[in-house]
């Protein structure tokens, strides 16, 4: 992000510990004010609500055209985005409250968090990369759901939710492995039972067609015993008619 523009005002961006900051100078131009002088007593009324993430003065070489002070270093004090916003807050300006409301979506969709604010979901999603997951995948799965490229467009206003969007995701995933793992030994239980049942089925057969094979002896048994019994009759009959 280097320039800004607003209401047809382009702003200058400076990076400095990872934000973004206005000058004096151009934040007087957006707010509609003559010069910076007018920002800077702004300030002066209220600094001690200003904190020191949201305005500093820097050190750096007057480009300016005139022949006095061209190329001696000045101060110059700047303002982060919520330093302009802050600022913005006491302006009677008629463009001011628009600048608000500006302020506000460039700080949401734009501006970037610090590494030591990311941690917690760097441990979060370190905690998701468990296993056979991939670290970059788990990032994946959270700037898609925020919509972003990188973790670090997340505004800082989200990143609790982010936070805990990650945790609900281990959690389905432990939830979803759990029944997988109850489904697998459920399987297991079933297809032990059907085997009992199977043994079980064999072992009645097995018991019928010994009792079949006994009952098929018996009356093998009873009919050579009736055929001795006719073969005799037969002898006996034919030694009497001769």
Known sequence: ????????????????????????????????????????RIFSRNKDE?????T??????NLTTSSKTKGLTVKTRIFS????????????????????VWVLDILEREVKTTSHQRTPLRKACDRL???????????????????VEHIDQIPESKLPEAVAFVYDVILARQASNANNSKYINDMHAIGSQRVE??????????????????????????????????????????????
Do not use: P
């Open 1 to 40: 992000m280097n320039a800004l523009t607003f209401n047809g005002t382009t702003l200058t961006t400076i990076n400095k510990d990872d934000q973004v900051w206005l000058t004096s100078s151009d934040l007087a131009a957006a707010l509609g004010y003559v010069d910076y002088k007018s920002v800077n």
């Open 50 to 54: 200003f904190g020191t993430n949201m």
């Open 56 to 61: 500093k003065t820097i050190e750096g070489v």
């Open 81 to 100: 985005l919520r330093g302009c916003h802050l600022l913005a807050m006491f302006a009677r300006t008629d463009i001011a409250k628009a600048f608000r």
């Open 129 to 147: 990369a468990v296993g056979n997951m991939l670290i970059s995948d788990a990032y994946k799965i959270v700037t898609s759901h925020y919509n």
């Open 197 to 242: 049942e199977t043994r079980h089925a064999i072992g009645v057969i097995k018991k019928a067609l010994a009792s079949l094979d006994c009952g098929i002896e018996v009356i093998r048994q009873h009919n050579e015993h009736q055929f001795s019994v006719f073969e005799s009759l037969k002898s006996e009959t034919a030694r009497e008619v001769r």
